[in-house]
């Protein structure tokens, strides 16, 4: 069974500038998270998806990140503009989850790592 | 506020040493307690689901045991290959997202 897919793996931007990251879920995970992992801290989440809606993004700073689930599959999250404390792991994770409020695993891509200067 | 703090930050051992790593928690009805490994570079891997106090699961030298406030993750003859960081998180009634730990970071010295 193939894993979660992230693209790119790594990316080096100017402050102000925009980025985007993907993100292709385990096949039949109905529910996708975005995450943000600075070094040496947990992960953080941004961004909880339910198929194609939005069940959490209370945590995401979204004067600055967006992020969509077109169809209910593939994820963008997307920086606009750049801040240097943005630095930082953006961590893609999907779970079977069918309902917001079961608990069930959630598999991790490898991750694109961030660098703002 | 559900809360997840894990010790020590670091750990060096001797290959062969075995020791356990510890992740205390506060949450508003447990709902379970997820331990994943996150080796340099890459996303955190899933090791181990715990529901309820009692509980115990062993994986290869892994053994995570849990109480009502804690969670243990033992590590039995640790190898080099067992060098990585440990990642506690739990999930509360209260609040479905995860709460994650900062990890303790795991050096076997061969």
């Known amino acids: 069974e193939a894993g979660v897919a992230q693209s790119p793996r790594y990316k080096i931007i100017e402050k102000r500038q925009s980025v985007a990251f993907w993100c292709n879920p385990i096949?039949?995970?109905?529910?996708l998270y975005w995450y943000q992992q600075i070094l040496g801290q947990g992960p953080k989440l941004l961004i909880q998806?339910?198929?194609?809606?939005?069940?959490?993004d209370s945590q995401l700073p979204k004067d600055r990140f967006s992020a969509e689930r077109l169809k209910g599959v593939d994820s963008t999250l997307k920086i606009q503009p750049a801040k240097l404390e943005d630095s930082a792991v953006y961590l893609c994770?999907?779970?079977?989850?069918?309902?917001?409020?079961?608990?069930?695993?959630?598999?991790f891509g490898p991750g694109t790592r961030l660098t703002v200067l | 506020e559900d809360q997840v703090t894990q010790s020590p930050e670091a750990l060096r051992l001797q290959e062969g040493e075995s020791s356990s790593l510890n992740c205390s928690y506060t949450?508003?009805?447990?709902?379970?307690l997820f331990w994943y490994r996150q080796d340099p570079g890459k996303g955190p891997e899933f090791l181990f689901t715990?529901?309820?106090?009692?509980e115990e699961k062993e994986k290869e030298r892994l053994k995570a045991t849990l109480t009502k406030k804690e969670s243990f993750l033992h590590i039995t003859a640790p190898k080099p290959e067992d060098s990585a960081t440990y990642l506690c998180a739990v999930q509360g009634d209260s609040n479905y997202q995860l709460i994650w730990g900062a990890g303790t970071k795991l050096i076997i010295k061969p």
């Open positions: 998806f339910q198929n194609n809606g939005v069940v959490d």
């Open positions: 715990l529901y309820s106090a009692g």
């Open positions: 994770a999907s779970s079977f989850q069918k309902y917001p409020l079961s608990t069930d695993t959630q598999y």
């Open positions: 096949s039949g995970h109905a529910t």
């Open positions: 949450v508003s009805g447990l709902r379970g």
